[in-house]
């Protein structure tokens, strides 16, 4: 999900231009009222467990990805985030962070395929001869 103008949700007590630490307060007290729990580790992980089912939140600026292995808690979030912000969903995950995103039956693939041919032209060594890798990035 997207958060449309993320940083106007934000309360702040003087004029300043850009204001994402306001946003993310705002965000974090909402999800934490409605039962999130921050991340032991990583602030910006919410987590809420529902009996033997959880839902995982992952803020990162204005761009929230979430799952969870109970589908109705996923439907729920997305409820409960467009009740108070104007949200756009992105669809499945398939980029995030400059990773490159595959999901399939038997897991979750991860590649950087995009991020190394983006930097190859960067550099001018798109054109080169290339060498195998120890592993196939087809059929990991």
């Known amino acids: 999900m997207d958060v449309k103008s993320a940083f106007l949700y934000g309360t702040i007590d003087e004029e300043v231009y850009v204001a994402p630490r306001a946003w993310y307060g705002t ?4 999800l934490l009222k409605n039962g999130f729990q921050w991340g032991t580790i990583d602030q ?6 529902q009996r033997e089912d959880c ?19 996923c439907r729920e979030f997305k409820a409960l ?28 693939f991860l590649s950087q395929d995009k991020y190394v041919g983006d930097i190859l032209k960067k ?4 054109d ?6 120890p592993m196939d990035k087809e059929n990991p």
């Not at 949200?87 to 399939?104: P, T, W, Y």
């Open 55 to 73: 839902i995982l939140v992952q803020v990162y600026v204005d761009d929230i990805i979430f799952g969870s292995s109970n589908p109705q808690l």
């Open 27 to 30: 965000l974090s007290k909402y």
């Open 81 to 108: 985030m467009h009740d108070i912000f104007q949200m756009s969903a992105m669809g499945e995950l398939n980029f995030f962070l400059g990773l490159q995103v595959l999901q399939k039956k038997d897991g979750i």
């Open 123 to 126: 550099f001018g060594y798109s």
């Open 44 to 49: 910006t992980l919410f987590i809420r467990k």
């Open 128 to 133: 080169v001869r290339s060498l195998n890798t």
